[in-house]
């Protein structure tokens, strides 16, 4: 995949539509008067008000919880320097589009024209109270340590120097992997660092605090090493880290050196020196654009090496962004004072933790198709994989509260669970399954259970303890795919096709079908599929549920629960509802699925049963009967037909609120039901959407998700005994988490 860019494109990009990468935009409607009256006068003293009664209520009523000020002076810009405050500002808003972008973080990108330490502090402490995090940016060695510190003694928010902080986590994952692949210990290898600056300081300290020993650690600037006694001085950062070693130069300390971390400029680093380096070397060459060794020359010279540089275009980019963003979420969500050294190596742990995690083959089409797996060529996570928001800041926030350093406490799997759909509008819906799913801890049956993700899912379920797994295959197979995993917990397995059970399943299967043409050898044949092992499992009660459709059709799936598990009593059929979140708001569509032109009466059935599943779940069902027409407008019989369907409705289920026929605009707009047609029963908005037959509903479907820009979630099969839930094919781990959390809070007592 080719990622160099030319200085027309970046250029260009910047210039495009509106300059910039950042703009505001509001949170809340201000298109009527009284909206305006809420955001400003007089609405807006009300909050003031609260504020000033309870300090801690300014995370409620403003958005200062998730803002960060992204700061500079612009005296250490890239590998430019000193290029000024204004000519900073691309850089910094480049980081203000990470933080929202990585991890729905908003952040105001400030350059201050301010050269002297002192003031700096001054100045960035009275903006302080507007913020709920300070991420310090592209300030010159020795100032920003003078600044960070003063700051993080002054104000009670997280304070972050970015090029120090998040550059030596980065390192420190890459280091712990590194030396994975090349089988060594961390408090054995000598390593060599290339900057003496902020961030080359910075990593000294960090590996330090993984492990490496201080008399293993070889620190270099421009001058050579440093060491005890170099003539003109060393600042009070360096000393901590200048040697007692006969050593002078960088090309000195190489020699023998296990690990080089280059955080200084391009082409300072040899071939020849390289070679001169222990076996199995690592070697991180980070300095941007240009690294202090290319990736190609390093790999030449030393073919057993383990290479990482800062660029994008090369395997191994070892870049900030990997950590900041997740760190600063991790810290704002538990609200830390500050950000320590525990939440720091957690970070990098969990990085590196990630790196050896299978990669989705979503992220591996992201970046061209190739395979990832971990190795040298993949020993930390791609910037674009969107599982870093859950792992980082999940790993930050546990350590910022077993630290002491929190505010606020987040239930680790719940927060873990909320991470992961941070970018959907299904916080809430997922929470409420989440809780129903733990309270009750249903036993789920995957017969799938041969598939990594589902192993992978399986495990983290029973870790959390919000389901009891069984996985359906062969115990030496799933064995293996646990291993690889490095899974240290017992699954249940059951190999269907060699069970003590399956003689009486098959039974009881040739004793459901064998009017219907069945014979008792073809119950036992399809007993021993794991789908329809798992669906008599569900039937005799040895699960509560079923979760399937990784490798299996959903079509095929619902087929063989209808024949094993059948529908609830007094239902005749199933049908398919989506869930879809659009606007803002939660809608119920069905029947987009199974049934193609159901009768009034079938539909009447469908919308009880969806109104049973909504209320199931804390939500008040509304339901619209939708047509063409609205209130008899049309005399059609397919409008007749959800006229009629209506009525059975009220009918059958008085208490519920239903309505119809109504076109969908009517349904979903509460001022044309209330300027046109007052005397609807139909009050708000509904959010039950009946449809009159298949293909308005795949129809309806389909535009929502791809011009809408819709969620969509699904399918949940109505009308059967027992839950039977799919996933889409290929479903990575955590859509079958949440699948099967949505399948066990489904399950009626």
Same mark, same amino acid.
């Given at each position: 995949m080719n990622l160099k860019v030319t200085r027309q494109e970046a250029l260009a990009y910047h210039e495009q539509g509106q300059p910039g990468k950042v703009a505001l935009q509001a949170t809340k409607s201000c298109a009527r008067p009284r909206d305006l009256s809420l955001a400003y006068t007089p609405g807006v003293a009300e909050p003031v008000r609260e504020i000033?009664?309870?300090?801690?209520?300014?995370?409620?009523?403003?958005?200062?919880?998730?803002?960060?000020?992204?700061?500079?002076? #612009?005296?250490?810009?890239?590998?430019?320097?000193?290029?000024?405050?204004?000519?900073?500002?691309?850089?910094?808003?480049?980081?203000?589009?990470?933080?929202?972008?990585?991890?729905?973080?908003?952040?105001?990108?400030?350059?201050?024209?301010?050269?002297?330490?002192?003031?700096?502090?001054?100045?960035?402490?009275?903006?302080?109270?507007?913020?709920?995090?300070?991420?310090?940016?592209?300030?010159?060695?020795?100032?920003?340590?003078?600044?960070?510190?003063?700051?993080?003694?002054?104000?009670?928010?997280?304070?972050?120097?970015?090029?120090?902080?998040?550059?030596?986590?980065v390192v420190g994952a890459g280091l712990l992997n590194g030396l994975e692949l090349v089988d060594k210990k961390i408090d054995e290898v000598?390593?060599?660092?290339?900057?003496?600056?902020?961030?080359?300081?910075?990593?000294?300290?960090?590996?330090? #605090?993984?492990?490496?020993?201080?008399?293993?650690?070889?620190?270099?600037?421009?001058?050579?090493?440093?060491?005890?006694?170099?003539?003109?001085?060393?600042?009070?950062w360096q000393r901590e880290f200048a040697q007692d070693t006969t050593l002078r130069t960088l090309e000195e300390a190489l020699i023998g050196a296990d690990v080089f971390v280059g955080l200084s400029v391009g082409g300072i680093v040899t071939q020849e020196m390289l070679k001169t380096m222990a076996a199995r070397p690592i070697v991180f060459a980070l300095a941007n654009p240009d690294p202090e060794i290319s990736y190609e020359e390093a790999y030449t010279a030393r073919p057993d090496a383990v290479v990482a540089t800062g660029r994008s275009d090369y395997p191994n980019q070892l870049n900030n962004a990997l950590a900041f963003p997740y760190i600063f979420r991790g810290a704002l969500d538990v609200r830390a004072t500050r950000i320590n050294e525990e939440m720091k190596q957690a970070a990098a742990r969990s990085l590196a933790a990630l790196a050896r995690e299978e990669v989705p083959g979503t992220l591996c089409r992201l970046y061209g198709g190739d395979e990832l797996s971990f190795g040298r060529d993949y020993i930390i996570p791609k910037v674009l994989d969107p599982r870093l928001l859950s792992w980082v800041a999940s790993a930050v926030a546990e350590a910022a509260m077993a630290s002491g350093v929190a505010r606020l406490e987040v239930d680790p799997v719940e927060y873990r669970l909320d991470l992961e759909s941070r970018f959907t509008r299904k916080h809430e819906l997922h929470r409420k399954f989440?809780?129903?799913?733990?309270?009750?801890?249903?036993?789920?049956?995957?017969?799938?259970?041969?598939?990594?993700?589902?192993?992978?899912?399986?495990?983290?379920?029973?870790?959390?303890?919000?389901?009891?797994?069984?996985?359906? #295959?062969?115990?030496?197979?799933?064995?293996?795919?646990?291993?690889?995993?490095?899974?240290?917990?017992?699954?249940?397995?059951?190999?269907?096709?060699?069970?003590?059970?399956?003689?009486?399943?098959?039974?009881?299967?040739?004793?459901?079908?064998?009017?219907?043409?069945?014979?008792?050898?073809?119950?036992?044949?399809?007993?021993?599929?794991?789908?329809?092992?798992?669906?008599?499992?569900?039937?005799?009660?040895?699960?509560?549920?079923?979760?399937?459709?990784?490798?299996?059709?959903a079509g095929q799936v619902l087929e063989q629960a209808l024949q094993v598990i059948g529908t609830s009593p007094g239902i005749d059929r199933v049908a398919g509802m989506y869930i879809v979140l659009a606007k803002g708001h939660t809608f119920f569509f069905t029947d987009p699925v199974v049934n193609v032109d159901p009768t009034a009466e079938q539909l009447a059935g469908i919308a009880i049963e969806a109104a049973t599943y909504v209320r199931e779940r804390g939500i008040e069902p509304h339901i619209a009967m939708l047509s063409f027409s609205n209130f008899g407008s049309h005399r059609h019989p397919f409008a007749e037909k959800m006229r009629l369907a209506a009525e059975l409705v009220k009918a059958q289920q008085p208490e519920l609120i239903v309505d119809g026929e109504m076109q969908a605009d009517t349904a979903v707009t509460p001022e044309i039901l209330e300027s046109n047609y007052p005397f609807s029963d139909l009050t708000g908005m509904a959010n039950v959407l009946v449809f009159p037959d298949l293909e308005a509903a795949s129809i309806a479907l389909k535009l929502v998700q791809r011009l809408g820009d819709a969620e969509v979630s699904g399918p949940v099969f109505l009308g059967l005994a027992k839950p039977v839930y799919v996933t889409a094919p290929d479903a990575e781990a955590a859509e079958i988490i949440k699948t099967a959390i949505a399948a066990a809070a489904n399950v009626r007592d």
């Open positions: 000033v009664r309870d300090p801690k209520s300014v995370f409620k009523y403003t958005g200062r919880g998730n803002l960060v000020a992204v700061i500079s002076n #612009g005296t250490a810009v890239l590998g430019m320097g000193d290029v000024g405050a204004l000519a900073s500002k691309p850089v910094m808003e480049g980081k203000a589009v990470l933080f929202k972008r990585l991890a729905d973080i908003n952040a105001y990108d400030i350059e201050l024209d301010v050269r002297d330490p002192e003031e700096l502090v001054r100045v960035i402490k009275a903006m302080a109270p507007g913020f709920g995090g300070i991420n310090l940016e592209d300030i010159k060695a020795p100032d920003c340590f003078v600044v960070e510190e003063a700051l993080r003694n002054c104000v009670d928010i997280p304070v972050f120097h970015d090029d120090q902080h998040a550059t030596a986590v000598r390593v060599v660092i290339s900057g003496a600056g902020a961030a080359g300081l910075a990593c000294a300290g960090f590996l330090l #605090g993984l492990g490496v020993k201080k008399e293993h650690l070889l620190l270099c600037d421009i001058h050579g090493v440093l060491y005890e006694g170099r003539p003109g001085g060393l600042n009070e989440l809780r129903r799913a733990r309270a009750k801890m249903r036993t789920v049956v995957f017969p799938e259970g041969e598939v990594t993700s589902v192993v992978r899912a399986a495990l983290q379920l029973q870790r959390d303890g919000l389901v009891k797994p069984i996985l359906l #295959g062969r115990p030496a197979m799933v064995a293996d795919r646990l291993e690889k995993l490095g899974g240290e917990q017992e699954l249940q397995v059951i190999d269907s096709s060699d069970s003590p059970d399956l003689r009486g399943y098959a039974d009881m299967l040739f004793r459901l079908r064998q009017r219907k043409g069945l014979t008792r050898h073809e119950a036992l044949q399809l007993m021993k599929m794991p789908t329809y092992f798992a669906a008599m499992m569900v039937r005799r009660g040895a699960a509560d549920a079923m979760v399937s459709g990784v490798i299996h059709d």
